[in-house]
């Protein structure tokens, strides 16, 4: 069972746009502005696609946001795109004994 | 552009020590402000973290793989090594390397590598 808790798959049509969330405690999520958002292929490595919560790397598609509310962060895909179906985990630092906690992970299918 | 490469057994046998290896390319591994994580995912399943090690050598390693796992870098072949001993079954995973900023994001990965424990 995987520390952090994201819904196991979500589906949208091309255009429209979803949300994925990513449930912890007051000792990670809740605690720290440290949630990041991988994007994974299949076969492929995940990509970093949201840091620090909110922040984009360098190249990542503006159409990627990420928030947070309480313990509870939160990836927003818009305008959706046959690309994004893909496996997507959210992480978050978890203090100096745990480190790092993954989400389970969730499946998007675009519709 | 950095890039990290994984290397070493793809094939384990239970009890005995998984040993990889983690090349880095267009960088420095002694770069001072970030660290190099290893991660797995089980086939079908989600990541877990396993551990990091900073250039200086020091580590820290997820508390539930804490007792079996050795983390170390070789900064004249600007690499770092994971090994993880008396494996069984539920060791089976394809293993990432990632360099790490504080262990507050992972980027890049290199590709993975399949490491399979048998019987």
């Known amino acids: 069972q995987s520390a952090l808790t994201q819904p196991a798959s979500v589906s949208g049509s091309p255009g429209q746009s979803i949300t994925i969330s990513c449930t912890g405690t007051s000792n990670d999520v809740g605690s720290y502005n440290l949630v990041s958002w991988y994007q994974q292929h299949p076969g492929k490595a995940p990509k970093l696609i949201i840091y620090?919560?909110?922040k984009r790397p360098s190249g990542v598609s503006n159409r990627f946001s990420g928030s947070k509310s309480g313990n509870t962060a939160s990836l927003t895909i818009s305008g959706l795109q046959a690309e994004d179906e893909a496996d997507y985990y959210c992480c978050s630092y978890a203090g100096s004994s745990t480190y790092v906690v993954f989400g389970g992970g969730t499946k998007l299918t675009v519709l | 552009q950095l890039q990290l490469q994984e290397s070493g057994s793809g094939l384990v046998k239970s009890s005995q020590t998984l040993s990889l290896t983690c090349a880095v390319s267009?960088?420095?591994?002694?770069?001072?402000?970030?660290?190099w994580s290893w991660i797995r995912q089980p086939p079908g399943k989600g990541l877990e973290w396993i551990g990091y090690i900073y250039h200086s050598g020091s580590t820290h390693y997820n508390p539930s793989l804490k007792s079996r796992v050795t983390i170390s870098v070789d900064r004249s072949k600007n690499q770092f090594s994971l090994n993880l001993s008396s494996v069984t079954a539920a060791d089976t995973a394809v293993y990432y390397c990632a360099r790490d900023y504080a262990l507050n994001w992972f980027d890049p990965w290199g590709q993975g590598t399949l490491v399979t424990v048998s019987s």
């Open positions: 267009g960088g420095s591994i002694s770069s001072g402000a970030y660290s």
């Open positions: 620090e919560g909110s």
